[in-house]
């Protein structure tokens, strides 16, 4: 078996101990445990963000703004003929998920965050 050895600040362990205790665990299970669920989620199990708002959050956000609205539009069909047109433009690619298949793995893991 294998030591793991830390360094944090004192009162960040006193209050991990008492909310580890409160829970019935010692810190060492709550340590044992988080390391068994990034395995079993293959990451961290949580999201830890950069900024306060979700990808979906910035997505809604950015759809209320006029400059990203295209149209208007006649039919259903012109509709999507545009967004296709839009889609195959080179500029519009992303760099971070380059197969749809990534992208919506991505946001399965998020779980629509």
């Known amino acids: ?11 960040l362990k006193k209050e991990t101990d ?3 205790q409160s829970l019935g665990l010692d810190t060492t299970t709550a340590v044992r445990m ?3 669920q990034s395995l079993a989620y293959g990451g961290i199990p ?31 069909e012109e509709a999507v003929a545009a967004i296709l047109k839009e889609a ?13 298949d990534e992208a919506f793995a991505a946001m399965s893991k998020e779980g629509g965050k």
Request: hydrophobic letters at 35%; a neutral charge.
């Open 1 to 11: 078996m294998a030591v793991l050895q830390i360094r944090i600040p004192n009162e």
């Open 18 to 20: 008492e909310l580890f």
């Open 34 to 36: 988080f390391l068994r």
């Open 46 to 76: 949580f999201t830890i963000r950069k900024t306060g708002k979700t990808r979906l959050e910035r997505s809604i956000e950015e759809s209320k703004d006029p400059a990203n609205l295209m149209g208007p539009y006649h039919s259903a």
């Open 88 to 100: 195959e433009d080179p500029k519009n690619i992303s760099e971070a998920y380059p197969t749809v």
